[in-house]
């Protein structure tokens, strides 16, 4: 068996379930994937969407706003201890997911975007908002277009919060007006959203763009809000909001134009050939190495910018490219990776929400939880400290306490490291003094924690 198969199986994909047979055609397996994807499978079906969320959030709001002051708190906290809840369960889903997946390569993918355009409930407020964030602006849109794609994550509600875009107000907009003149308090022009989108969702760190760009285009962002209350809607522009006039950006001049001005730059910055780089530079990190070949991502650079952006076409050049497929450049595990690689080893298809949320947290990874807006390292370094290898060690017994009854690792080895298992763990395997301890050093063998 040669290492093709684990690294479609592992670095591709999700790592290899107990009874998974290694693909014949690892490509080949690869590519059907993109035919054979659901958007939203069955776990999270079951999980709160975008629209009924936003309901929760309006009403929690308006309750605030006509509520004695002293009762203010109360509401507010009732709110966060059903986003608790709400947060928990789109956890279980998204783990569950991952487990009973039949297309491991896309939600591996999802994982990806979901990281690159991260939103962190560290800010409490979006904490139930957190996993529609994935299942309604990732999940639809991880084999379209970038630019849809784009236009999905900073539109949504998530991300207009987190990033403190909902309450935005152009300075000589309406509502800026009244603002001035001590009418309306606690609202100005905020640039997070258009500084991130310029340095972590488009163009990238030291591309060109300077300090009154950022301005510029937040200008144009102004409006770019949430609902009202009723509807179904979970976007919505507030002329009254926007700056008027036009905006420079990036020495492009684009007229007053209301919404259409913002969605006009986020256009050019598409396809900005500095987001193509930027773009392919991370997709070849994550799946290739931590420095990952220039040719290979000048390739996949070059496939997006000739596409326009059509994901799907950049995802099938990186599968056929024979960088890909060395295995002396393997990554290391996150610990999501390699918690999830573990589970489908061990044959688990489900896991409590709140277990999930636990072993993430355990293992210093918690979903939808990075500590900024640059979302969580991609880099070995991170994941590597003898700490957060010694935390594995734990986890993975307490994964085998709980779900290797009746598993020989020696049989299970070569199914889930088909031509990667090497002499040395099958002998340490082999030597150990339980069978529990013998999947347990499986599970953290040299040959698993990367992939």
Known sequence: MTPFSAIALNRFGLGAGADDAPPADPQRWLLQQLDAYE????????????????????????????????????????YLRQGSAEYQAAVGARTNSALQTTAP??????????????VSVDKLLIVGLAGSFEADAIRPHVLGRFEDLLLAV??????????????????????????????????????????????????????????????????????????????????????????????????????????????????DLVAAPATALHIARKLARHFVADDPPQALVQRLADTFARTNGDLTSVYRELVASPEA???????????????????????RRAVPPMRAANLMTQLGQPAWRPGSPAGYNDLAATWAAPDALMRRVEVAQGMVQESGAGIDARSLAPRVLPGALTDDTAGAIARAESGGTALALLLVSPEFLRR
């Open 39 to 78: 958007p939203l499978s069955a776990p999270w079906k079951v999980v709160a969407r975008t629209p009924a969320l936003v309901d929760v959030w309006n009403n929690m709001q308006r309750s605030a706003r006509q509520a004695p002051e002293g009762q203010r708190s109360g509401i507010r906290e009732a």
């Open 105 to 118: 390569f896309i939600e591996r993918l999802v994982h990806f975007w979901s990281n690159h355009f991260a």
């Open 154 to 267: 900073v539109r949504h509600p998530a991300m207009l919060l987190y990033l403190d875009q909902a309450q935005s107000t152009g300075p000589r907009s309406m509502m800026g007006s009244r603002a001035q003149e001590g009418l309306q308090r606690g609202r100005g022009l905020n640039e997070n959203l258009a500084r991130e989108i310029l340095e972590l969702h488009t163009l990238g760190v030291r591309s060109g763009y300077t300090q009154a760009d950022v301005t510029e285009f937040a200008r144009a962002l102004t409006g770019w809000t949430l609902p009202g209350d009723g509807g179904g809607a979970t976007f919505r522009f507030v002329p009254a909001l926007h700056e008027p006039g036009p905006r420079t950006v990036l020495g492009r001049v684009y007229p007053e134009g209301g919404e259409e001005q913002a969605r006009a730059v986020i256009h």
């Open 325 to 347: 497929w060395q295995a002396a450049s393997a990554k290391f595990k996150s610990p999501w990776d390699w918690s999830i690689s573990s589970l489908r080893a061990l044959g």
